[in-house]
Nanobody, 125 residues
């Protein structure tokens, strides 16, 4: 059974930083694309960042480009999202997701088949 467990969310002031972690189990993690999505109150879930199977390629939403960094440690079955220069509009529940094994990057929600429970990030102004 595939499980994804996010951690690292919390309350931070605008301009601050947080590092989210997502620990995966039940799948051959080191051949699976991974991604982060977020959902703000009253809004649809949206793509944030994605990384390919070996960490050699990543893609970001325009709204977070230059501020967020996705990375992975395949030895620890963990993917990270480093978030800097946080803004109030980054407030959301952040979800990590895993896609079936493959060499590409997945940016579309329906391409992911397992999701974590989410972690709340709140940025105060």
């Amino acid at each position: 059974q595939v499980q994804l467990v996010e951690s690292g969310g919390g309350l931070v002031q605008a301009g601050g930083s947080l590092r989210l972690s997502c620990a995966a189990s039940g799948r051959t993690f080191n051949i699976s694309p991974m991604g982060w999505f977020r959902q703000a109150p009253g809004k649809e879930r949206e793509f944030v960042a994605a990384i390919n199977w070996n960490g050699g390629n990543s893609v970001y939403a325009d709204s977070v480009k230059g501020r967020f960094t996705i990375s992975r440690d395949n030895a620890k079955n963990t993917v990270y999202l480093e978030m800097n220069s946080l803004k109030p509009e980054d407030t959301a529940v952040y979800y990590c997701a895993t896609a079936p094994a493959g060499r590409g990057i997945r940016t579309v929600e329906k391409e992911y088949d397992y999701w974590g429970q989410g972690t709340q990030v709140t940025v105060s102004s």
